[in-house]
């Protein structure tokens, strides 16, 4: 309903550069927080000194030996580790039988974002997107500080849950943006390589650091300055007009007209309090909107149970193969870069077929890729014997590359799959869903000794996926909805033989000047009662 009016006040002049640099931009170290444990689970040298002093040969007990887990406290040893690289692995003795521990805190990790990402959704819709991602990057930056200073591996638990909390809450969140920018330019500002290159800088802090500690620290110092974005970032204006709070929703309007230098429409007024009444009449009790409403209805649930189950799969095998790539030949650091400079350079491509082909067949496209490297992953593991070769981490790290590109598309689906009511109530969801993959994804390679079975599972769920995207309604050359009953009135008034009363075609020539502003609110809701 509003994708005009905020064409006529610019849709992606300097205010929309403004907004995306102060919600956007901390995508980047989010990032770097949330994939942290690649480098912090990473298990350094080690070697087991006796109790009499005397150091076990090297080809008995060590980090690389398959006996090291006869190694444990009853064995009478003590375990040194180089010095060079400290991680919580050597922080807290995490291995042999401390060994799953480390997979268990990540899972904890993702839990919080599990967690995060449900209390945000509900509370971007309830609440607001500005005080709900505002309040999850302080609470990020407050949590990576502390947490330097832990002193068990429980304490690092806990504040891994609650740091995985402030992300989740804050992905949700991050695409608000989106709600100031036209139809043209969504697809570039969803695509912009911000968590990408979180992730190299990532690669690079933790080779050039060494220490798990600093980077924690590094990562709380640099959120803490976008916290003032909160001085400048205004609300939604979209979700402020749902809520029928149409002079703050003006004033932002005013606001996008300054800094863009254009002029506001004489019927913007007009435009939101119709949008403001239409809502009023279909929720008369002034009812909170939850997460049972993206299930209402047969086309809601179709589209929120192929989103969830998508997000969940992206989620699995992403984090999945980003926290095995310790486990994969060849150098860690240099794995870790690769797979994240490939994913930037994918930036161009994927927003050229957004634009070119669609949302859907894009994420559709890559995830059968991803499939593709998966099923000749399988082939050469069987053909070759070996679950280790240059050949392997190739195909794992092309599988990662598209599970990434797929879920790019697959968040910018979402956003413009549901309408301003319930858009982060909906992504909140998805979200919820991609963390119950992420919880799984810290043991995907460590289902079975067998090095084939992870293989196997993520194939099988990529490819099934692939299939829900495809059941989805393109949204391509669609206009952000900002109602249900955008998407759900017209099909029931068609369906009943009721004539139908295009509320979007009447918005349209109000902004024109074409309808009268003495029309009166009970008019609309008149229409339909």
Known sequence: MLEDLIDNVGSFGKFQWMIVIFVMSPTSIIAMSMLVMAYGGMVPDWWCIPSEGNIIPV?????????YHNCNESSGCLRVYESYTRTVISKFDLVCDNAW???TVTSVQMGGVLVGAFIGG????????????????LLHSIFNLIIAFSVNWQMFAALRFLIGGSIGAYLVLSSFPLEFVGLKRRALVSCLPFWTTGAVFLALASYLIHDWKVLHICIGAFT?????GYMVVPESMRWLATKDRIMEAREVLEKIARFNGTAVPENAEYILRKLAGIERVHNEGGKKYTYIDIYRGWTMFKTSFCLQFSWCTCSMVYYGLSFGISSFSGNF??????????????FLPVLYLLGKIGRRFTCALSLFTATTACIVTLIVQKVSGVSKSPAITGLSLTAQTF???????LILLTSESYPTVIRYVGKGGCSVMA?????????????????????IIMGVMITVSGICVLLLNETKDSALQDLIEEIDVNKDLHQSGIPVYDVSEDLKKAQKGDINENIKMKDVQNTYM
């Not at 080809?59 to 006996?67: Q, T």
């Open 59 to 67: 080809n008995v007990l060590n980090s690389s030996s398959i006996y």
């Open 101 to 103: 521990i480390k997979p």
């Open 122 to 137: 509900q509370s971007g819709d309830m609440f607001g997107r500005k005080k709900t991602i505002y309040t999850a990057i």
């Open 224 to 228: 803490f300055p976008f916290v003032f």
């Open 333 to 346: 650091y240099f794995n870790f870069f690769l797979t994240n400079i490939i994913d930037m350079l994918t």
């Open 403 to 409: 599970t990434g590109t797929a879920w790019a598309a």
């Open 435 to 455: 963390r119950i993959g992420g919880i799984l994804a810290p043991f995907i390679f460590n289902l079975s000794s067998n090095r084939m079975a992870p293989y």
